[in-house]
């Protein structure tokens, strides 16, 4: 008898136990983990990882102020990871309440599913012109996340000890000078090569470096470019001639160099000279060594004939609000992207913790402080600026058809006349 009730103990412990573990899937199934009946559950799915814990923390925070709201964060890695991320989700029915599109080419992808968002006061505070891609008549569609820029970041002690002034490469000619330079005394400056050009990943070069050659088409125009019903390509060559000359002097394979490996294995510890990225690395490249970060680096243009001393600048996302969500969960979920670029603790997150560029008025930006943000926002200020069009390009064809052919040219696959034409074709193709 003793043995059978020990037994029977143990048989409903074990019960007891399956039933604690399944209400405690429950819990978080749905997305509304933790969230109490009489809270609006706001649930966003976003793509910047950079700043994945500062925006967790910028969440907490607003729902200390805020108990009656409960946001739950995901957040998928930028690019192609989070474009397919998103589909995946809309398609099983898992659709968040705030996720982010890329411009008008997005725009229009998702167009059934965006709320207008022009009564929010962030939209009433966005600057001139970072509205322009997600506006549909009277309707304001999204929501910019900030201002980036991107160019080449560079090592200002290497390049001091190789003797070379960043501020003279405004020119093709210097730069490749420059890189020349820098190969020859690799040696004695420690380095592994001259840059890092992380070929395996589609976005920097069929999104960013694509664009600095591509953007004067359409007249630095994102508009323009979404209407476009063929690509030129007037600058092809000087395109070729920059991708050439990374690869050459590249930590080799580049099309297994990942940016991970780039910006932390090899840019952050001083293996390499130079990378091609943009003022979102600062927050990597402080937690790796926060004296280089503050006072080690600094972001040159990438030379473009005609166009010496310009920096791509844009808005590199926008976010938006699910129109399926209930009315209650809208309000919500407008009133959180408020507060975050609108109140003044939002505002102080915004600059200090995320290290952006605001794309809004009403802030201090005596407060920016990295100098990777620092360059890119005086060349805005001072109008020295590329526009970002790749992101009005046709859908997927900066990645699926441009760099995918950039990849299989670097491999020796096809020759750069076919890299071009293939990609012509794509956009002509898509435009139809």
């Not at 978080?28 to 925006?55: L, R």
């Not at 932390?264 to 990597?284: C, D, H, M, R």
Request: charged share 20%; proline share 3%.
């Amino acid at each position: 008898m003793r043995n059978k009730s020990f037994l029977s103990k143990i048989f409903i412990m074990f019960v007891l136990s399956g039933i604690l573990i399944v209400a405690g899937c429950s819990s978080n199934d749905g997305g509304d983990s933790g969230a109490t009946s009489d809270q609006t559950v706001v649930d966003v799915f976003q793509f910047k990882v950079e700043f994945k814990d500062q925006f967790e923390n910028l969440v907490a925070q607003y729902q200390e102020e805020n108990p009656d709201i409960k946001i739950n964060v995901q957040t998928v890695g930028g690019g192609n990871d989070y474009a397919a991320s998103l589909k995946s989700s809309f398609a099983a029915g898992n659709e968040p309440d705030i996720f982010n599109v890329g411009g008008p080419t997005e725009v229009e992808e998702y167009r059934e599913y965006l709320t207008d968002l022009s009564d929010t006061g962030a939209a009433e505070a966005a600057l001139e012109g970072t509205l322009s891609g997600v506006t549909d008549g009277d309707e304001i569609l999204g929501l910019p996340y900030s201002q980036e820029g991107y160019g080449y970041i560079y090592n200002k002690e290497i390049f001091n000890q190789a003797g070379i002034n960043a501020e003279e490469l405004t020119t093709y000619e210097a730069l490749e000078e420059a890189f020349a330079t820098l190969d020859s005394q690799k040696e004695e400056l420690g380095l592994d090569a001259v840059i890092a050009l992380p070929a395996k990943e589609l976005w920097v070069m069929g999104n960013h470096l694509a664009n600095t050659y591509i953007a004067s088409d359409f007249n630095d125009d994102i508009l323009e470019a979404y209407e476009a019903g063929t690509i030129p390509f007037s600058k092809s060559d000087e395109l070729q001639r920059m991708l050439d000359l990374q690869n050459e002097y590249s930590v080799q394979p580049v099309l297994s160099l990942d940016y991970s490996q780039q910006v932390e294995q090899l840019f952050s510890t001083g293996k390499v000279a130079l990378i091609q990225q943009g003022n979102w690395i600062y927050p990597t490249v402080e937690q790796m060594d926060a004296d280089f970060a503050e006072n080690g680096i600094g972001m040159i243009p990438i030379p473009v004939d005609g166009l010496e001393g310009h920096l791509p600048v844009g808005v590199p996302q926008y976010w938006v609000v699910n129109s399926n969500a209930d009315d209650a969960t809208q309000q919500a979920a407008k009133d959180f992207l408020d507060w975050m670029y609108t109140s003044d603790a939002g505002k102080e997150l915004v600059l200090n913790e995320f290290k952006f560029i605001p794309a809004y008025e009403g802030y201090d930006t005596e407060q920016i402080s990295d100098p990777l943000s620092q360059d890119v926002y005086k060349h805005a200020s001072e109008g020295n600026t590329i526009g970002w069009v790749f992101m009005a390009s046709p859908v997927g064809w900066q990645e699926d058809s441009l760099a995918v052919g950039m990849q299989r040219y670097l491999s020796g696959d096809i020759t750069w006349e076919q890299v071009i034409e293939q990609s012509r074709a794509d956009w002509e193709n898509s435009r139809k």
